[in-house]
């Protein structure tokens, strides 16, 4: 069945049935997903698995937005539907392509940081990145939190391990030791945890909205390294010395960047058949590991 066909039967299953046409989006890399329109309602926008998901995939991901919106004072779309096979939210507009627009993504995402500080890691459940669970067991370290459960959880992935050979899985575990020499001690804050470009749209009336989340508290660095490491448009340039100006970063975050995305480029090494690159930045991210020296703390 083609994913259009696909969503409309869906909604319908669910009983959302004036449902007239579905056009596929773009962009999701997870799930199939569309804009649904419909005869006597505003369009919406509707996400579904091919295959049958596991039972709170979506009920987490609509948790994650109420809790950006609710605790973190940043927009969402507003969840019309979330149940095991189904997700249904407001639509959003495609994101302006002016410097304005991301001056304002940036005074956004550090007010969501600095206003939800936690003096723990973790969050109150589990939810997902993709089609893996993340694990977010509470822990008053944030180093081991982010060794254990965002850099060493992916070693046992079938298409890490084939892709990390055992020097690359040795350096992976050296790195994860040293983070305490590599890295800042900053406390936890709500991030959103897949902060790539793709995942930031603009409301109606042209404020900066979110979607995808995979939320915990952990240092706001992984979301700044997303948004880093993930191709931002020209319009952004301002965005990140407004991001760093509001929070007080220091001048030394450009360099840490890598390290923080390892968690990312390792997801996705774990879950496509085409990684984009991840295995090359996860191999030139570790190789200063491999030998017995590693590189001093920025």
């Not at 979110?210 to 979301?223: E, G, H, N, Q």
Request: hydrophobic content about 45%.
């Amino acid at each position: 069945m083609q994913p259009a066909a696909f969503l409309l039967e869906s909604l319908h299953r669910a009983g959302i049935r004036d449902v007239v046409t579905v056009e596929p989006a773009t962009g999701g890399l997870a799930a199939l997903a569309g804009i649904a329109s419909r005869q006597d309602a505003p369009p919406v926008f509707v996400k579904a698995f091919a295959d049958t998901p596991d039972d709170d995939v979506f009920a987490a991901e609509a948790e994650g937005l109420a809790a950006l919106r609710e605790i973190g004072g940043v927009a969402t779309p507003d969840v019309i539907l979330a149940d095991r096979k189904l997700l249904v939210l407001s639509v959003l507009r495609p994101r302006p392509r002016n410097e304005t627009f991301w001056e304002q993504f940036a005074h956004a995402l550090a007010g969501l940081h600095q206003s939800t500080t936690n003096p723990r890691f973790g969050w109150h459940r589990d939810n997902w990145l993709g089609r893996r669970r993340q694990i977010n067991t509470w822990q008053d370290d944030g180093f081991a939190f982010f060794a254990e459960h965002r850099l060493l959880r992916w070693l046992g992935e079938p298409r890490v391990e084939a892709a990390l050979d055992a020097g690359d899985r040795a350096a992976l575990e050296l790195l994860c030791h040293r983070l305490p020499e590599l890295l800042p001690q900053r406390p936890a804050c709500l991030t959103h945890g897949d902060l790539w470009t793709e995942n930031l749209l603009a409301t109606p009336d042209g404020r900066p909205a979110l979607i995808d989340p995979a939320v915990s508290y952990m240092w706001p660095d992984v979301d700044l390294a997303h948004v880093w490491s993930t191709s931002p448009p020209p319009e952004a340039r301002r965005f990140f010395a407004v991001y760093a100006e509001l929070t007080s970063l220091d001048g030394d975050w450009q360099a840490r960047m890598p390290i923080i995305q390892l968690r990312q480029h390792l997801a996705v090494l774990a879950q496509f058949d085409d990684d984009w690159g991840a295995g090359e930045q996860v191999r030139a991210t570790l190789a200063p590991f491999r030998t017995s020296s590693p590189p001093r703390s920025t």
